[in-house]
C-alpha cells in the first residue's frame, strides 16, 4: 500500500532552516509529483512547492519561493523540503503528499511534521 | 490569485443530510476534490474530479457541480463524519489552491 512517512517534529529559532524528509513505498517513485503542504494553526492548507518526481522539476508557491528548496533522492524514494529564514509565521504542520492518477487531485498524504519556529 | 470560499461551519443532526459549499470564479471549468480532516490527522480524499469516490470511501459521501459552485453531500450523517472538509482545485496561475475549510458538527 501507498505510504508516506515524515521526520519527526522540529523546533527552530528565528532566521534558523528546517529540512523534512518523506521516505515513500508501495508505487512507483518516478511516475508521479509529490507536494507539500502546510496548515499554520488556524489557517487553511496551503501549498508550498511540488517536484516531478519522474524529471526532478521542482516548482514554488510564489509565497514560498526564494526561501524553499524541495529534493528528492530516487534511490532511496524519498523526497525533502529545506525552508530557511524561518519567521514566527512558519510555525506549521507540513504535510507531504502524492498526487494521484489525475495528476492534480492530492491522493495520499503522509502525517505530517510539525514545525515550531519559537 | 485564485480563491475558492466556503462557510466556517455547518451543522446536522445525525441521520440527516449535509451540505458543504465551496465556490470559485468559473469552478465548473476546473477538477473539485474534497478532503476530510479529523483533528490532529493528516487530510484524507474523499471525493475527486467534481463525483468520484475513491475506494473505501462509502456511498454517503457524493460530489456535485453547479455554477460557481461545487457541493460536498455526506448522506445518513454519522457522529464519526464529524471533521473538517476542505475543497481543492489546481488553477494553471495559482497552482494548488484549498479552500478555508468546513467544519461539520454532529448535534
Known amino acids: 500500500q501507498v505510504q508516506l512517512v515524515q521526520s519527526g517534529a522540529e523546533v527552530k529559532k528565528p532566521g534558523a532552516s528546517v529540512k523534512i524528509s518523506c521516505k515513500t513505498s508501495?508505487?512507483?517513485?518516478?511516475?508521479?509529483?509529490l507536494l507539500w503542504v502546510r496548515q499554520a494553526p488556524g489557517q487553511r492548507l496551503e501549498w508550498v512547492g511540488w517536484?516531478?518526481?519522474?524529471?526532478?522539476?521542482?516548482k514554488y508557491s510564489e509565497k514560498a519561493q526564494g526561501r524553499v528548496t524541495i529534493t528528492m533522492d530516487t534511490a532511496a524514494n524519498t523526497v525533502y523540503m529545506e525552508l530557511n529564514s524561518l519567521t514566527y509565521a512558519d510555525t506549521a504542520v507540513y504535510y507531504c503528499?502524492?498526487?494521484?492518477?489525475?495528476?492534480?487531485?492530492?491522493?495520499?498524504w503522509g502525517q505530517g511534521t510539525l514545525v515550531t519556529v519559537s | 490569485s485564485y480563491v475558492l470560499s466556503q462557510p466556517p461551519s455547518v451543522s446536522v443532526d445525525p441521520g440527516k443530510t449535509a451540505r458543504i459549499t465551496c465556490g470559485g470564479h468559473?469552478?465548473?471549468?476546473?477538477?473539485v476534490h474534497w478532503y476530510q480532516q479529523k483533528p490532529g490527522q493528516a487530510p484524507v480524499m474523499v471525493i475527486y474530479?467534481?463525483?468520484d469516490r475513491p475506494s473505501g470511501i462509502p456511498e454517503r459521501f457524493s460530489g456535485s457541480k453547479s455554477g460557481n459552485t461545487a457541493t460536498l453531500t455526506i448522506s445518513r450523517v454519522e457522529a464519526g463524519d464529524e471533521a473538517d472538509y476542505h475543497c481543492?482545485?489546481?488553477?494553471?496561475?495559482?497552482?494548488?489552491?484549498f479552500g478555508g475549510g468546513t467544519k461539520l458538527t454532529v448535534l
Open positions: 503528499a502524492r498526487v494521484g492518477r489525475g495528476w492534480y487531485e492530492v491522493a495520499f
Open positions: 508501495g508505487f512507483t517513485f518516478t511516475a508521479y509529483a
Open positions: 517536484i516531478k518526481a519522474g524529471d526532478g522539476n521542482p
Open positions: 468559473n469552478i465548473g471549468s476546473k477538477g
Open positions: 474530479y467534481d463525483r
Open positions: 481543492q482545485v489546481w488553477d494553471s496561475s495559482s497552482d494548488w489552491v
